[in-house]
């Protein structure tokens, strides 16, 4: 999937809810915990298209360093 694909189905822009993912693994958190489901680690509960956006940062970090790597 592309940016643009991306972009177009973020249920940010028809206003729809969000789930709440642990920063860590990105797992589904049902309640008001700070304990991660997946690893049962503490965590951040953070919303799930502030999850994807710091994933997407991360890849372009990434791409950048490759990039610069490169030359
Ligand atoms: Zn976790």
Do not use: T, V
């Not at 489901?37 to 791409?63: G, L, N, Q, S, T």
């Amino acid at each position: 999937m592309n940016y643009d694909q991306w972009k177009l189905s973020n249920p940010i822009d028809d206003g729809y809810g969000y789930n709440m993912l642990s920063d860590c693994c990105g797992a589904l958190m049902y309640d008001d915990c700070d304990i991660c489901p997946e690893c049962k680690e503490h965590c951040e509960p953070i919303e799930d298209y502030e999850y994807e956006a710091a994933k997407k940062e991360a890849y372009e970090e990434m791409k950048a360093d490759g990039e610069r790597d490169e030359f």
